[in-house]
């Protein structure tokens, strides 16, 4: 079965960090585009970052540009988002899903991971 597994979200103080993990199974990552979303309470679904395995491009949205890093793991087919100096305001939803365009538009996205939750909070 095609499907994204999503892991690592938690409870953390405002400046720390987390790693969110995307695993793959029945789908080859390497040759599309993981993209990475949050969702927070009464907002809607933003994209944060996206990684284009073809060609290496990368995007990341203003707000976490300098803190957060987006990573592809060819070996284990693994998608990551290394979120550092993290902010109350990064209190989110985090979803990653993988598509064959590099885009920040959800449609383009067919494959969901399931979410998982960040909280930042002292």
Known sequence: QVQLVESGGGLVQPGGSLRLSCAASGLDLANGVIGWFRQAPGKEREAISFINNRDG??????????????????????????????????????????????????????????????????
Do not use: H
């Open 57 to 122: 491009d990368i995007y990341y949205i203003d707000s976490v540009k300098g803190r957060f890093t987006i990573l592809f793991d060819t070996t284990k087919n693994t998608g990551y988002l290394q979120m550092n100096n993290l902010k109350p305001e990064d209190a989110a939803d985090y979803y990653c899903a993988t598509g064959p365009v590099a885009t920040t538009i959800e449609s383009y996205y067919p494959i969901w991971g399931q979410g998982t939750r960040v909280t930042v909070s002292s």
